[in-house]
C-alpha cells in the first residue's frame, strides 16, 4: 500500500499585521496546528518501524484567505490525487487545558470515526461529536478542500462539558484572543497535553495507514456524493 498516503495538515498563516503594524502571530491559530504536525512528522521518522501506507505532511497557507492553499494543493498534489485516502487536519486544537475529551468533526461521516474511537480507547481520550454543529467548523477549514475531493477526513479540538470549566476556558479564549494579537506566546499552554495529542494523532495515523481496508464515507453521509 506504499503507493496510498495518509495526510497530516495544518495552516501557516494569520491574519498579517495590523494597521499599526503589530503581528497577528496566531499561535493557537494555527502555529499550534503547525508544531504539532512537525513533532508527529519527527515521531515517524525517528520510528524504524514504517507503516504499510506513505505519510504525507503537509502545510498550507492561506486558510484565513479562503482554503486557498489547501484547495490549490487539493487539485494539484504533489502525488496522484486519487493516492490521498485520508486527511487528519489540525486548526487550533487547543490544548488550553487537560486532555480528557475530544470534539472530532467528521465523527459521524466516514470510517475514520471508528478508528477514532479505538485510538481513543487506548489513549483513555473520549471521542464525541461536535457539540457546536451550527458553527459549521467541518466546512470551514483545510480539511473542506479534501473533502470537496472525496477524501474522508477528519478535524478535531480538546473538548469539554456545557458550564465546566474547560468549557469556560473556552468560551474565553474565542472572546479575548481568537482572531486577536492577544494569540500569542504569553497566553498559557499544557504543553503535556499537546504532547498526549501529539502521540493520539500519530498512532492514529499510523492505524489508518495499517488498515488493509481504504477509508470511505458511510453511506448516510452528506459528503459520499464528493467520493470518485
Known amino acids: 500500500m506504499k503507493n496510498e498516503y495518509v495526510l497530516v495538515s ?6 498579517g499585521v495590523d494597521a499599526s503594524g503589530v503581528l497577528f502571530a496566531g499561535a493557537m491559530d494555527d502555529a499550534s496546528g503547525v508544531a504539532s ?5 519527527k ?7 514504517r507503516p504499510k501506507r506513505s505519510m504525507l505532511f503537509v502545510i498550507f497557507t492561506g486558510e484565513e484567505k479562503g482554503l486557498l492553499g489547501s484547495r490549490y494543493f487539493a487539485g494539484r498534489p504533489t502525488i496522484p490525487e486519487a493516492a490521498i485516502t485520508a486527511d487528519f487536519n489540525l486548526d487550533m486544537f ?3 487545558f487537560a486532555l480528557k475529551k475530544l470534539h472530532v468533526q467528521g465523527l459521524a461521516e466516514s470510517t475514520l470515526g471508528d478508528e477514532a474511537r479505538a485510538v481513543g480507547a487506548e489513549h483513555h481520550i473520549e471521542i464525541a461529536p461536535d457539540p457546536e454543529p451550527d458553527r459549521n467548523s467541518f466546512t470551514r477549514t483545510d480539511q473542506y478542500s479534501f473533502v470537496q475531493a472525496g477524501v474522508p477526513a477528519l478535524a478535531m479540538k480538546f473538548g469539554w462539558a456545557a458550564n465546566s470549566p474547560e468549557y469556560k476556558a473556552w468560551r474565553e479564549w474565542l472572546a479575548k484572543r481568537y482572531h486577536s494579537r492577544e494569540d500569542n506566546l504569553s497566553q498559557p499552554v499544557d504543553k503535556e497535553a499537546a504532547a498526549q495529542f501529539d502521540s493520539f494523532l500519530a498512532d492514529l495515523a499510523r492505524r489508518v495507514a495499517n488498515n488493509p481496508g ?7 453521509s452528506f459528503f459520499r456524493r464528493f467520493e470518485k
Not at 10 to 15: M, N, S
Not at 37 to 41: D, G, P
Open 10 to 15: 495544518a495552516h501557516l498563516d494569520q491574519l
Open 37 to 41: 504536525v512537525l513533532e508527529i512528522a
Open 43 to 49: 515521531s515517524f521518522a525517528r520510528n524504524p518501524q
Open 94 to 96: 487547543m490544548p488550553i
Open 214 to 220: 481504504r477509508p470511505h464515507y458511510l453511506e448516510s
